[in-house]
C-alpha cells in the first residue's frame, strides 16, 4: 500500500503552477535521466518506509504518553504515572502499523502543507534525483548553444512543414526569421519523430533521444505547428517599415516563436534525459545538434562520491563483523554493536552524514574559488578555506546525527514512564551533548577532502599516501569524540581506529582520483576559445584543475557572472585576460 502510494505521490511536482515555467507539462520522469529518478524515488520511499517501520516498531507506546501529556496540560493537572498493567507495547496492539499506514496514506495527504512531513520528503528526493535541476540545466544549454543551420537541411525542413522560407527578410525580421529557421528545424525534427511529418535529418537522432516522449507530447508539437502557420501568415500582412504599430508586431512575432521555441526545447530536453543506454548527457545533445560555445557550471560531483562511498561500504561491514569476531564475549561492555539491527543502522548513519559532508565541502569549495578565497599564494588551500568548510560539514553532520539517531532518543522516552531518577531535560541532553563532538569526524573528513584533492593523485603511491593521511584524521577524530562523550575500553578504540581509519582511507584514495576524472570528462568539451583564454593566462594558475573551477565560479568581481558567461561575450576573451592580469599575482610552476 505505501509502495503505491509513494509511486503516485513521487510523481507530483511540489513546485507552484507557474505560468513562466515552461517544463510544467511535462512529467518528473521525462525531467531527469532514468538512474537520477530511480535514486531520487529509492531515496523517497526509503525514507517513507523509515518512518512507518520506526513508528511501527516503537509502537503506540510514546503516543499514548503524549497524549496524557497533552491532556494533563489542557485540564492543568499532574501528568499520571503509567500503571505497570497498562502494557501500550506493540504486542497489545497488533493493529498499530495498519492505523500508521492508514495515517500515512490517507490523513496525512489532507492535513495543511506545513503539517505535512511527506511534502518535504519528497521534496528532498526530487533535489536529489536533480528535478526539476536537470531539464533547467539542459534548457539553459540550448538556449546558449550553437545550432548546424545548414542551408540545405533548413530547406528540407521548410518543405517538411509545407511553408515558403522568407527571402531576402528586411533588417529589422533579421532576428524573428533567423529565429523562425531555427523553430522550424527543431518542429520538422519533433513532428517527424510524433509520425506527423517526413524529414530525414531525424534518422541519425533516434539513436540519442526517447522517441516514446515525442508521440507523448504529440498534440504540443501539433499546437507549435498551427502557432508556426499563424506566425508565417503575420509575417505576410506586416505593416509598412514606415508604420508606427510596425515595431510592436514584429516584437510580438518574435515574443511568439521564442515562445514556441522554449516548448521545442523542453520537449528535446525530455527526450535526451529520458533516453537510456546511449552515452553521456551532452554526447546526446551534441549529436542532436545542440553544441554549446562553453561547457555547463560545474555541480557536486555525486556519481564519483556514490562510487567510493559504496566501497566505503564494504569497508564498515568488515570493520563491524571482524570486531564482533575478534572481541566476542566483551562488545556487551566495548559498545560495539552487536546485533543487526544496530550494525545496519551504524552503517547506515555513518555512510549518509560523511556522503552529505563531502558533497557540502565540495559545493563550499567550489565557491571559495570563485570568490578567490580558497587558493593560497603558494597554491595551497587556505587556512580560512578549511575553516569555514569545517564548520559548515560540522553543522550539516550535526543536524543528519540527530534526525536519523531520532527513533534512539524516541524509544527512550517511552521507557522513563515512573522513573524519577531520569527527566527528559536530562535524557534530551544527553541525546544531544555526544552529537557535538561526534559531528566533528564527517567535518573532518570534509576538509580532509578538500585537502587531498589539492595534492597530487597521479600514481598508486601519491593515491595511498592522501588515503594515508585522511586515515589518520579521522580515527583520530573518532577516538577523541569517543573520549570525549564516553568511558572507552581498548577494544572499542580499536575497533574505531579499524572502522574509520578504513573508511577514511578508502575515500582518500579514491575520492581525489574519482572527481579529478569526472571533471577531466568536462574539460573535453572544451572549445577553442577556452584553450586560446588558457595558453593567455596559464602563469597566474597551478594547474588545469585550478583553472577549471575558476573558469565555472560566479565571481562578485564580474558582477555574479562565471568566467565561462563573460567569454561567450563580444570582446569577452580580451576582458577576461585583463581582469586575471588585474586580480591575480604570477605563480611559480604554474600550469603547462
Keep these: 500500500m505505501i509502495h503505491k502510494f509513494c509511486l503516485d505521490q513521487f510523481e507530483k511536482s511540489i513546485a507552484g503552477n507557474d505560468d513562466n515555467c515552461p517544463w510544467k507539462f511535462v512529467v518528473l520522469r521525462y525531467q531527469t535521466t532514468p538512474s537520477e529518478y530511480l535514486t531520487g524515488y529509492s531515496i523517497y520511499f526509503s525514507l517513507m518506509m523509515l518512518i512507518f517501520l520506526a513508528t511501527s516498531i516503537i509502537g503506540p507506546g510514546p503516543f499514548f504518553q503524549i497524549l496524557k501529556a497533552v491532556t494533563a496540560a489542557a485540564t492543568q493537572s499532574e501528568m499520571p504515572t503509567a500503571s505497570p498493567a497498562a502494557d501500550t507495547s506493540l504486542q497489545n496492539y497488533p493493529t498499530f502499523p495498519i492505523l500508521v499506514a492508514f495515517y500515512i496514506v490517507g490523513l496525512n495527504p489532507n492535513l495543511p502543507k506545513a503539517l505535512d512531513f511527506e511534502i518535504s520528503i519528497r521534496g528532498f528526493a526530487h533535489r536529489m534525483a536533480y528535478i526539476p535541476k536537470n531539464i533547467d540545466r539542459l534548457l539553459n544549454y540550448m538556449r546558449f548553444s550553437d545550432m548546424d543551420l545548414q542551408p540545405d537541411k533548413l530547406a528540407d525542413a521548410w518543405n517538411a512543414i509545407d511553408l515558403d ?10 532576428s524573428a526569421c533567423a529565429t523562425f529557421d531555427r523553430v522550424v528545424l527543431l518542429y520538422a525534427r519533433a513532428a517527424t519523430m510524433a509520425g506527423d511529418a517526413d524529414f530525414d535529418d531525424t534518422k541519425d537522432l533516434a539513436g540519442n533521444l526517447d522517441l ?36 510592436r508586431a514584429v516584437l510580438t512575432i518574435q515574443r511568439d516563436l521564442i515562445k514556441n521555441l522554449e516548448w521545442l526545447y523542453v520537449i528535446f530536453a525530455g527526450a535526451v534525459s529520458a533516453a ?17 560555445p562553453y561547457p555547463p557550471a560545474q555541480r557536486i560531483p555525486w556519481d564519483p562520491i556514490l562510487k567510493a562511498t559504496g566501497a566505503a561500504a564494504l569497508v564498515v561491514v568488515v570493520a563491524c563483523l571482524l570486531a564482533i569476531n575478534t572481541f566476542l564475549g566483551k562488545t556487551a561492555q566495548t559498545q560495539i554493536p552487536t546485533t543487526t539491527a544496530n ?4 552503517l547506515m548513519v555513518i555512510l549518509v552524514v560523511h556522503m552529505f559532508a563531502i558533497g557540502q565541502s565540495l559545493a563550499l569549495r567550489a565557491k571559495l574559488v570563485g570568490r578567490n578565497a580558497y587558493y593560497a599564494e603558494s597554491g595551497s588551500g587556505r587556512a580560512e578555506a578549511y575553516v569555514q568548510i569545517f564548520a559548515k560539514c560540522w553543522i550539516t553532520s550535526l543536524l543528519l546525527n540527530l534526525v536519523l539517531y531520532s527513533p534512539n532518543l524516541i524509544a527512550a522516552l517511552s521507557t522513563i514512564d515512573g522513573d524519577s531518577k531520569v527527566t527528559q531535560a536530562q535524557l534530551l541532553w544527553d541525546y544531544f551533548s555526544p552529537q557535538l563532538a561526534w559531528a566533528t569526524v564527517p567535518a573532518i573528513c570534509g576538509v580532509m577532502t578538500s585537502y587531498t584533492l589539492d595534492r597530487p593523485a597521479g600514481t598508486r603511491l601519491e593515491q595511498a599516501f592522501s588515503g594515508g ?4 584524521a579521522m580515527a583520530i577524530a573518532a577516538i577523541l569524540a569517543a573520549e570525549l562523550t564516553l568511558k572507552v575500553s581498548i577494544e572499542y578504540r580499536e575497533f574505531l581506529i579499524v572502522l574509520y581509519g578504513g573508511l577514511g582511507f578508502v575515500l582518500g584514495a579514491m575520492l581525489p582520483k574519482g572527481i579529478r576524472r569526472h571533471w577531466d570528462a568536462q574539460e573535453s568539451y572544451m572549445p577553442d576559445k577556452i584553450t586560446v583564454l588558457r595558453n593567455a593566462v596559464r602563469q597566474y594558475f597551478y594547474d588545469i584543475q585550478q583553472f577549471s573551477e575558476w573558469l565555472n565560479a560566479r565571481s562578485e568581481r564580474l558582477d555574479g557572472k562565471r568566467p565561462l558567461d563573460v567569454l561567450a561575450e563580444d570582446n569577452g576573451l580580451q576582458q577576461l585576460t585583463v581582469f586575471v592580469s588585474s586580480t591575480r599575482q604570477r605563480v611559480a610552476g604554474a600550469m603547462r
Design 343 to 346: 550494525m545496519l543502522q551504524l
Design 276 to 292: 537510456r543506454g546511449v552515452g553521456r548527457t551532452f554526447d546526446r545533445l551534441s549529436a542532436a545538434g545542440f553544441v554549446s
Design 469 to 472: 593521511l585522511q586515515a589518520s
Design 165 to 174: 522560407r522568407p527571402v531576402s527578410p528586411a533588417p529589422d525580421l533579421k
Design 212 to 247: 516514446e516522449i515525442f508521440r507523448k507530447y504529440r498534440a504540443e508539437i501539433q499546437n507549435v505547428g498551427t502557432q508556426l502557420l499563424a506566425i508565417h501568415a503575420r509575417l505576410s500582412d506586416l505593416p509598412a517599415p514606415e508604420a508606427l504599430d510596425r515595431r
